[in-house]
């Protein structure tokens, strides 16, 4: 067969693999597998094995199960509620000043965790009864949640980027100082929206009432300090040992799933129970992403042997307008792609395929990888399979009376930000490369 006619098989295979819920790991090994035995590349599995071995023992990817098991811990530290209650006392006066508020602890709390079921769970439980007490649109207030729960998987320390860094050959610590400014403005983005949409209809996001935020402003300030002041240094601990150069990411996290365990001792919430379920889980997550990562370098290792990755550059390369009209091809193709396959997929099938493109086109690989991850993003939000809406989904309460249609007209203005914040990277590039040229090396 002709490598056009390949690239088609094992691509449609894939999206066969995807729709029928067949697991995405075994689906891909053996999609590579029968590839390999009929094109008649005899030795290709073996060497695709050995490969997937190099995933297995990869030094960067450590970082992956100890920044997994930072976050799980930090959901058992009583983080997330202390900002909670400080931001209602200093937001809460305003229109949608808690939905705003849930877009920041995000924010906050994506500095921490990195893992976006942990987000979401903690946002939806704390902030969302809130919300939804108070009189806040359900459309509103569900949005809220899934967008600012959702950073964890862009704000370092993402595993996104831990696991992208190995697979595209790039720093991870760099990924990480490329996309704390994206992260942050795009918070902006979602906390402006809130405001702008509900100081114009009031009854979207209405006002705490006063008796509820009263507070000496001395006991407003201490629990603003209190709420901020440990994820701050948990922040400082990580991020800073990596931009000064201290630490490279992998011991970075280390330093990070200690200071999480210390933070739980802290609030008198350890012990050897929630030592042993957290390592459990982090084990479990951790597993889980790298058996998909060996079935995906069996797939992306054949599919590059048989000619795929020079038919999909050809056909990208050949768009109109240039490197930004094939730029704009990658963009959407991943946009599609994360309706339908989780974002670990993606980034092992499809990062070793569009990386080269990306450097061919000219493009900073530094920047072109976090515009990648803005770009997933969305794939959290969009449906069918939109990971921020099942993970809210699951743990809502019949009496709270939300519907899967509040959460999906809910995050639909959220996902048109993350278009419009990939316009402003795309016109200022210098807010994702700036960070990453002032690193200590």
């Given amino acids: 067969m002709s490598p056009e006619v390949l690239t088609i098989v094992m691509l449609s295979s894939v999206m066969v693999v995807v729709i029928t819920g067949f697991p995405l790991a075994f689906g891909l090994a053996g999609i590579a597998l029968v590839s390999a035995y009929v094109a008649g590349l005899e030795g290709i599995p073996a060497l695709l094995y050995f490969d997937a071995w190099g995933i297995l023992t990869s030094y960067p990817f450590l970082a992956a199960p100890l920044f997994i098991f930072m976050g799980l811990m930090l959901e058992r530290s009583g983080i997330s509620e202390r900002l909670f209650g400080a931001m209602h006392v200093w937001l809460g006066g305003l229109s949608g000043g808690l939905a705003m508020s849930t877009v920041l602890i995000g924010a906050i709390i994506a500095a921490c965790v990195g893992v976006i079921g942990a987000s979401v769970t903690m946002l939806g439980l704390i902030a969302l009864p809130a919300m939804l007490k108070r009189g806040y649109s359900k459309e509103i207030s569900t949005g809220a949640v899934c967008a600012g729960g959702s950073l964890g998987i862009l704000i370092p320390p993402s595993i996104m980027l831990v696991l992208y860094g190995p697979t595209a050959g790039i720093s991870v610590g760099k990924l990480f100082m490329g996309a704390i400014v994206p992260g942050f403005i795009l918070a902006g983005l979602y906390a402006a929206y809130i405001g702008i ?22 006991v407003k300030f201490r629990m603003l300090v209190t709420g901020l002041l440990p994820p701050l240094l948990l922040i400082l601990a990580v991020l ?24 739980v001792v802290a609030n008198r919430s350890f012990s050897l129970g929630v030592l042993k379920q957290t390592a459990y889980e982090a084990m479990r997550v951790t597993a889980f992403a790298l058996l998909i990562a060996v079935g995906a370098k069996m797939f992306t290792g054949t599919f590059m042997c048989l000619g795929g990755g020079h038919v999909i550059k050809d056909i990208v390369l050949s ?8 730029f704009a091809v990658i963009m959407l193709i991943l946009f599609i792609l994360g309706m339908f396959i989780d974002w670990i997929g993606i980034v092992f ?37 939109a990971y ?47 960070l990453p040229t002032k690193m200590i090396r």
């Fill in 319 to 326: 768009m109109p307008f240039g490197r930004w009209g094939a």
């Fill in 240 to 263: 800073g040992s990596i931009f000064f150069g201290i630490a490279p990411p992998t011991e970075a996290a280390a330093v990070g799933a200690f200071a999480a365990v210390l933070l």
């Fill in 197 to 218: 949409r509900c100081g114009i209809k009031p009854q979207l996001g209405p006002p705490a009432l006063a008796e509820e935020r009263a507070a000496p402003m001395h």
């Fill in 349 to 385: 099938v499809m990062v070793p395929m569009v990386t080269p493109i990306g450097a061919q086109l000219g493009f900073d690989p530094v920047w072109f990888a976090v515009m990648i991850c803005v770009n997933l993003q969305m794939s959290f939000m969009t449906p069918p399979f």
């Fill in 388 to 434: 921020a809406i099942f993970f809210l989904k699951g743990i809502l309460k019949p009496e709270w009376g939300v519907e899967t249609m509040h959460m999906i007209r809910g995050v639909i203005p959220f996902i048109i930000l993350v278009m419009v914040s990939l316009g402003l990277f795309i016109a200022w590039p210098q807010l994702v490369l700036w």
